[in-house]
C-alpha cells in the first residue's frame, strides 16, 4: 500500500523503478499507484515549463525586439557584425543600434575557440572582413580575418606555426590585409549561405540565402566581427 505522503524525488525514483518493471514484463503497476505518479509526473513537467517561460520571459525583458522587416538606411553607419555562438544568432549593429538579428549554423564541433585546421571548430575573438565572394559555392560570402595576433601567437606558443609564419599573420592583420589561410592553425572562415539548421560547417558561420545576400549587400570590406562564445 502506498503512502498518502512521499517527497518528490521518491516518486521519481519510484517511477523510473516501474517503467524499467513494466518494460520488461517483471510486474504490474497498481492503478493507485499508476494514479499518483502520473500526477507527480505531470506537476514537475508544469512547474519545469513555468521555469522555463519565466526565464525565457526574463530574457526578453533585456533584449531588443529586432524588426527585421525595416529597411536599412544604407550605407551603414560604422556598421559591426557580433556573433553569439551560445545563443546561435548574429547581430548586425549600424550606429550603435541593433538593425538585424538572424539565426545561424555554426562549425559541426562549435564548443569552444578554433585550435587548428579541421577541428570543427568556429573561432572567437575579433575580426574583419576580408574577403567579399560573389561567386561562393555556398550563395554568396564574407571572408573573415581568421587567424588574428592572438592566434598567431597562441599558434607560435603551441609550435603549431614558424616564427616567419607568425610574422605573416602579424604583418597582414596590421595593414588590414587577409591573413595567410594555410598554415597549421586553418584559415578560410566564412560568413556564408546554404542554411542555418543544424551545426553542419567546417568552422563557418552559417544564414540562410535570403539573409547573407542582405548582409553581403549591407556591410563593406573591414567590417568588424565580433564572434563571442
Same mark, same amino acid.
Given at each position: 500500500m502506498i503512502r498518502a505522503a512521499f517527497s518528490l524525488h521518491g516518486l521519481g525514483v519510484l517511477a523510473l523503478a516501474i517503467f524499467f518493471c513494466a518494460s520488461l514484463g517483471a510486474c504490474r503497476k497498481p492503478d493507485a499507484e499508476s494514479r499518483a505518479v502520473e500526477v507527480v509526473t505531470r506537476a514537475r513537467a508544469s512547474?519545469?515549463?513555468?521555469?522555463?517561460d519565466a526565464k525565457g520571459r526574463a530574457s526578453s525583458?533585456?533584449? !531588443?525586439?529586432?524588426?527585421?522587416?525595416?529597411? %536599412?538606411?544604407? !550605407? =551603414?553607419?560604422n556598421p559591426k557584425i557580433v556573433v553569439r555562438k551560445g545563443a546561435r544568432r548574429l547581430t548586425l549593429y549600424a550606429g550603435g543600434?541593433?538593425?538585424r538579428e538572424f539565426p545561424i549554423a555554426l562549425g559541426?564541433? !562549435?564548443e569552444g575557440d578554433k585550435a587548428r585546421q579541421g577541428d570543427g571548430r568556429t573561432p572567437e575573438g575579433t575580426f574583419y572582413v576580408c574577403v567579399k565572394n560573389e561567386r561562393s559555392?555556398?550563395?554568396?560570402? %564574407? #571572408? %573573415?580575418?581568421?587567424?588574428?595576433?592572438?592566434?598567431?601567437?597562441? #599558434? =607560435?606558443?603551441?609550435k603549431l606555426i614558424t616564427r616567419r609564419q607568425?610574422?605573416?599573420i602579424v604583418n597582414a592583420i596590421r595593414n588590414q590585409r587577409r591573413p595567410p589561410w594555410d598554415t597549421r592553425l586553418g584559415g578560410e572562415i566564412f560568413i556564408h549561405g546554404n542554411g542555418a539548421t543544424g551545426d553542419w560547417t567546417w568552422g563557418c558561420v552559417a544564414l540562410e540565402n535570403k539573409e547573407i545576400k542582405e548582409l553581403f549587400d549591407a556591410v563593406p570590406m573591414g567590417t568588424t566581427v565580433r564572434i563571442e562564445p
Open positions: 512547474t519545469l515549463s513555468d521555469m522555463r525583458l533585456h533584449e !531588443p525586439v529586432i524588426d527585421n522587416s525595416r529597411p %536599412l538606411k544604407l !550605407p =551603414l553607419v543600434e541593433a538593425v559541426f564541433n !562549435p559555392l555556398f550563395h554568396l560570402s %564574407l #571572408g %573573415l580575418s581568421y587567424p588574428n595576433e592572438e592566434d598567431a601567437a597562441r #599558434g =607560435l606558443r603551441d607568425y610574422e605573416r
